[in-house]
């Protein structure tokens, strides 16, 4: 499977602290995106990044790319409580259809 | 607010039973993607539909089917209802044919509970 996966499963730190996940996936792939969803709720995209893109930042998040280890990470800085949430990567090889991982759950404690 | 629409928010039947999912796209999205997503099997793709065609399938049970009519709005159809088949179901959309190429967007989902 093509199917990405999470690490940690979930995660708990304190607000202001910051939050590091990971994803591993398994066959080449063109982009790789990050996801979050509140509980229950729909996904949204946070970021993407390309194949021949090491490092990415949006405001407050860091993505990084190795696809010769097949793995990325999602660093958020200085965590607020509202970043509580799951986080998905999901991965595209081309085909029509995204793979997503099996997500991280982060709490942030206030 | 991602501009996806699903209808219903809820939706409780039983066994056997057979329901209609909707889901409107955003305004200017070609591709209509569902997804299921359950605790134990996590986020599935199911089926993929651009411009009323169908271009991809996952993991879509033949109990399952879809569809994207002309104004682009999309029915999923899940019939003989199992307890298995309690979920969220997503609805995302995207500009383009190729499903990762850009980001999707992702409706509030339709959560479906089978007793």
């Known amino acids: 499977s093509q199917q990405g996966e999470e690490d940690p499963q979930a995660l708990s730190i304190q607000e202001g602290e910051n939050a590091t996940m990971n994803c591993s996936y398994k066959?080449?792939?063109?982009?790789l995106q990050w996801y979050r969803q509140n509980s229950g709720r729909g996904l949204v995209h946070l970021i993407l990044?390309?194949?021949?893109?090491r490092e990415k930042h949006s405001g407050r998040l860091r993505v990084t790319l190795d696809t010769s280890k097949k793995s990325s990470s999602l660093l958020i800085t200085a965590s607020r409580a509202a970043d509580t949430a799951s986080y998905f990567c999901?991965?595209?090889?081309?085909?029509?259809?995204?793979?997503f991982g099996t997500g991280t759950r982060l709490t942030v404690i206030p | 607010d991602s501009g996806v629409t699903q209808t219903p928010k809820h939706l409780i039947t039983a066994t056997g039973q057979r329901v209609t999912l909707r889901c409107s796209p955003r305004?200017?999205?070609?591709?209509v993607y569902w997804y299921q997503q359950s605790l134990d099997q996590g986020l599935q793709f199911l089926i993929q539909?651009?411009?009323?065609?169908?271009?991809a399938k996952g993991n879509i049970l033949e109990r399952f089917s879809a569809q994207q009519f002309p104004d682009l709005h999309s029915e999923l159809n899940l019939s003989s209802l199992e307890l298995g088949d309690s979920a969220l179901y997503f609805c995302?959309?995207?500009?383009?044919?190729?499903?990762?190429?850009?980001?999707?967007?992702f409706g509030p989902g339709t959560r479906l509970t089978v007793t």
């Open positions: 539909y651009y411009n009323g065609e169908e271009r």
């Open positions: 066959t080449s792939i063109n982009n």
């Open positions: 990044i390309r194949s021949n893109e």
């Open positions: 305004s200017g999205d070609l591709s």
């Open positions: 995302a959309s995207s500009v383009g044919v190729l499903g990762g190429t850009y980001e999707q967007y």
């Open positions: 999901a991965t595209w090889s081309g085909a029509n259809n995204l793979f």
